[in-house]
């Protein structure tokens, strides 16, 4: 368990680095804490978005931020996606969005008691972005 001092949210996304890397610290600025729980699978918003969900991924999924909010006290989560991403790099970065949109849905659903966030993250030069979805 963490110690009272730390502070967390939660990342549920795409398992690229260069997302995870500014996710983390997007939202170590936007919610004034320390850490990032990052829970990630390739191409995890498309997987969620799905019309047959797999349940073993949900229970994992589920289970993962279960520990993030009981454990560290996480009382954020943001849900990404990102730009060039391997796992969905047929998807057009509208139909990328949607699967955000469909997947914070669904951990809201989930979760109905905390707080998410959908992103998505955009190569800007050298630099990734994150811009949030409403």
């Given at each position: 368990m963490s110690s009272a001092s730390e502070t967390f949210f939660t990342s549920v996304g795409c398992m690229d680095g260069?997302?995870?890397?500014?996710?983390a610290k997007w939202g170590r600025k936007k919610f004034g804490v320390e850490y990032a729980d990052a829970i990630t699978e390739a191409g995890l918003a498309g997987l969620?978005?799905?019309?047959?969900?797999d349940k073993y991924l949900i229970d994992s999924l589920e289970n993962k931020i279960k520990i993030s909010l009981e454990k560290h006290h996480s009382k954020n989560i943001v849900v990404s996606?990102?730009?060039?991403?391997?796992a969905s790099n047929a998807?057009?970065?509208?139909?990328?969005?949607?699967?955000?949109l469909k997947a914070a849905e669904l951990i809201s659903l989930i979760f109905p008691n905390t707080s998410?966030?959908?992103?998505y993250v955009k190569r800007?030069?050298?630099?990734?972005?994150?811009?949030?979805?409403k």
């Open positions: 260069r997302s995870e890397c500014a996710v969620l978005a799905q019309d047959h969900l996606g990102h730009e060039d991403c391997a998807a057009s970065e509208e139909k990328h969005k949607e699967d955000i998410v966030t959908p992103v800007d030069g050298e630099e990734w972005t994150v811009k949030e979805l």
